[in-house]
């Protein structure tokens, strides 16, 4: 499991803007984080459960959600009608032929990784034109990059602007 996925600065500029226009209670935590706060043991009722859901959900701060289901893409960590949903570059279901390679990169399960504002923020402002996440059964590194994904990547310019370490949430 490993390889790099690809965005447009402006499809990551259009994701880091939702996200923070998210309100509090629009904002989504993962399941890593609602099992992390206990609320998914045998002990919760569905109404308790629901609440605690709610409150963890509250406390979110704005940040960008990696999502592998239905192809690969990023989103805030928020929901509402017109949200950015930025599909990476060649996993866009509805254009691509993306489930084996996708599988390759991510695995063959549905998940999603939370990662902080910061490290997209900093890709923005560097002004190379594209977003690449690659992805290791560990970690998550976003660099930007000169490199168009349909050019060789014999001649990258890149800056490696964040780790993320992969796990629960």
């Not at 964040?162 to 796990?167: E, L, M, P, T, W």
Request: charged fraction near 25%; aromatic fraction near 10%; include cysteine.
């Amino acid at each position: 499991m490993a390889g790099s996925l690809y965005w447009s600065q402006e499809q990551v500029a259009r994701v880091v803007a939702d996200s923070l226009k998210s309100t509090p209670e629009r904002r989504r935590a993962t399941f890593g984080e609602y099992y992390k706060a206990g609320i998914y043991t045998s002990e919760y009722s569905k109404a308790k459960r629901t609440a605690e859901i709610a409150e963890v959900d509250c406390k979110q701060q704005p940040a960008i959600h990696l999502v592998k289901d239905h192809g690969i893409y990023l989103m805030p960590n928020a929901w509402w009608q017109g949200i950015a949903v930025e599909y990476a570059f060649g996993f866009n279901p509805e254009k691509d032929d993306w489930w084996e390679d996708a599988r390759e990169i991510m695995g063959g399960d549905d998940c999603v990784e939370r990662i902080g504002l910061a490290a997209f923020e900093k890709a923005l402002r560097s002004n190379l034109p594209w977003v690449r996440i690659d992805v290791t059964s560990t970690k998550l590194s976003i660099h930007c990059s000169h490199t168009n994904p349909l050019v060789t990547e014999n001649n990258t310019d890149q800056i490696q602007t964040s780790n993320v370490h992969r796990g629960l949430g």
